[in-house]
């Protein structure tokens, strides 16, 4: 049964998504689904999911063959499985509520074409903490840091599968050493801005395990914003029948 402050939001193409105050659908997850881009026969893995919107999102568009969902909260975890029953994909999505940091004989390890991970943006011990602990962890690297992630997607990918991320440009370095460290080579990147005269707010990144130093792919800055401060032609393509619906 759902609690009082629960709300179902559009995610287009007749499908919905139980959203929360402390679980939400945010421009950052939309983008890195779209940015990993699963294919059809691809396994996937979506590390920290909160309430699934990436699952959900790929899904919507008819990928991948399976996805595995793995989110620390355990109402989270409930309202994802509420949301994939709603949708009719409940035997496409595996839920699991587990630290990411403990997933030997939970998940199959080395079965995966591709990892995501939407994690929290402060460093530990970095800026000021919410009072929340849901909020806590969705924000502060309080359960994860960027080493956890790579160390946990090193183990589940399969040899060439890759890793996507997405962070505050502060973090860049940070991350690029995780991976590297757990033998993902950084392979592509994009930047994200609200406007050309705004500083990048977010990166996205994927790497690759096991891939061959260097070679790594600088896309163009991705703007959020277009010339008539509304959405950007390519947020407009990007959000598709969910901007139509709802924005």
Not at 95 to 107: C, I, Q, T
Not at 134 to 153: G, P
Not at 231 to 242: A, L, N, P, V
């Amino acid at each position: 049964m759902g609690i009082k402050e629960e709300k179902t939001e559009p995610l287009g193409g007749g499908f919905r998504i139980i959203v929360s105050e402390q679980h939400k659908l945010w421009t950052d997850t939309v983008l890195l689904a779209h940015f990993s881009s699963p294919r059809k026969k691809d396994k996937a893995c979506d590390l920290g999911s909160g309430c699934g919107p990436i699952p959900l999102i790929w899904l919507r568009g008819g990928v991948p063959e399976s996805v595995w969902a793995v989110e620390i909260q355990e109402d989270a975890c409930n309202m994802l499985r509420r949301s994939a029953a709603m949708n009719n994909v409940e035997d496409r999505i595996t839920v699991v509520n587990s630290d990411l940091r403990e997933l030997r004989g939970k998940v199959p390890f080395g079965a995966f074409d591709i990892v995501v991970c939407n994690p929290p943006y402060t460093a530990s011990g970095a800026g000021i903490k919410s009072s929340s602990q849901s909020r806590l962890i969705a924000r502060h690297e309080s359960m994860c840091t960027a080493d956890d992630i790579c160390a946990a997607a090193a183990s589940l990918l399969r040899f060439s599968g890759r890793l996507c991320m997405c962070q505050r440009p502060e973090r860049l370095c940070d991350v690029m050493e995780a991976m590297r460290a757990h033998g993902i080579e950084p392979k592509r990147l994009r930047l994200v801005q609200q406007r050309p005269e705004k500083a990048p707010k977010l990166f996205l990144i994927e790497g690759r395990l096991g891939g061959r130093p260097g070679g790594l792919v600088v896309e163009p800055v991705l703007f959020i914003e277009g010339k008539n401060g509304g959405f950007s032609d390519e947020m407009i393509s990007i959000y598709g029948k969910y901007k139509e619906e709802y924005l």
